[in-house]
C-alpha cells in the first residue's frame, strides 16, 4: 500500500444457529474483543495474511472475501476488514485461543456491551445492521 503505515487485516466470521446470526471474537489480554487477524507480511495479500492469522491464531482454516467491508486507521496502523468463511471448523469443536484469552461466538444482537477498541466497535455495527 506504500503509505508507510503498518497494514493490519481482521476476519469476521457470520455464524447462523437456529436462523439467529453469530460473531466468533477473541478476548486480548488487555480485556478487550477483536476480530481475529495481524500484520501482513512483506509481499502477502491481504487475504493470504488473513487466512494465515487465523491458522496461526486459532488454528482454523478459513477463507477470505476479496472485497473487504470495513477500513480505517489507528496510529501508525491500517486496518481492513474481510468477512471470512470457515472451512474446517464445527460449532461443537474445540478452540484453539493461541494469542486470545478466550474466543467465542456472541449473537450478533447481544454484543453492544462488549468492550472493543473504536474501529473494531464501528465494524461491528456495520455487521449487526447488515445481518439484522
Not at 478487550?32 to 495474511?49: D, I, R, Y
Request: charged share 25%.
Amino acid at each position: 500500500m506504500g503509505n508507510g503505515l503498518i497494514q493490519v487485516v481482521a476476519g469476521a466470521h457470520i455464524q447462523y444457529v437456529d436462523n439467529v446470526p453469530f460473531i466468533l471474537l477473541g478476548l486480548k489480554p488487555s480485556g478487550k474483543w477483536e476480530f481475529p487477524g495481524g500484520k501482513v507480511e512483506n509481499s502477502e495479500s491481504h487475504q493470504v495474511a488473513l487466512e494465515r492469522e487465523w491458522i496461526e491464531e486459532l488454528d482454523i482454516t478459513i477463507q477470505c472475501d476479496e472485497e473487504h467491508f470495513g477500513h480505517g486507521r489507528s496510529g501508525k496502523y491500517e486496518l481492513w476488514f474481510y468477512e471470512v468463511d470457515v472451512i474446517n471448523f464445527e460449532p461443537t469443536d474445540e478452540y484453539v485461543a493461541k494469542e486470545h484469552v478466550e474466543v467465542k461466538y456472541f449473537r450478533l444482537d447481544e454484543v453492544n456491551g462488549l468492550e472493543m477498541n473504536s474501529i473494531n466497535k464501528v465494524m461491528l455495527n456495520k455487521l449487526v445492521n447488515k445481518y439484522s
